[in-house]
């Protein structure tokens, strides 16, 4: 049987590590975009790098676990499956993972108690499950480097 995700990249050797990788996803997706929906993006992220340094990274780091979450069920069908291409696989669900993995933020984002953050994650948020789409094949190569 497969390892889960929690077990490849929640263990304690591997998890910070992921999530400076996830982190560095996030800069790479961020500065890759264009557009008007991109300059909204890239001000928000600049808006919350100015209101509170460190809390990109912070959020990546504390959320890893719930986004982890939301990706094993995704995780244990393409094991099933017999997928080569994790990333692949979750490409062609792209709406439906998506939307699943954003059921996280939109969680953290209603609890937050910092109007600037809010506000900043609303401007975003409407654009957001094709800006995750977008970046779901780096996701999936990203996981399938620390389960090989």
Not at 73 to 97: I, M, T
Not at 122 to 145: D, N, S, Y
Request: with cysteine; hydrophobic share 45%; aromatic share 8%.
């Amino acid at each position: 049987m497969a390892a889960t995700l929690q077990e490849i990249l929640l263990a304690p050797g591997a998890q910070p590590q992921v999530a400076a990788d996830c982190f560095q996803l996030v800069e790479q997706q961020v500065a890759e975009l264009s557009g008007v929906s991109g300059t909204a993006v890239k001000l928000a992220y600049k808006t919350v790098n100015t209101f509170k340094p460190g809390h990109v990274r912070f959020m990546v780091e504390s959320l890893l676990p719930e986004l982890v979450d939301q990706l094993e069920p995704y995780w244990a069908d393409f094991n099933s499956s017999g997928g080569s291409e994790f990333g692949d696989y979750l490409a062609k669900r792209g709406n439906e993972v998506a939307d699943a993995l954003l059921t996280v933020t939109d969680r953290r984002a209603a609890r937050s108690g910092r109007p600037t953050i809010i506000k900043a994650y609303g401007t975003v948020r409407g654009g957001a499950a094709r800006h995750v789409e977008a970046a779901l094949p780096q996701a999936g190569e990203l996981i399938a480097k620390y389960a090989s």
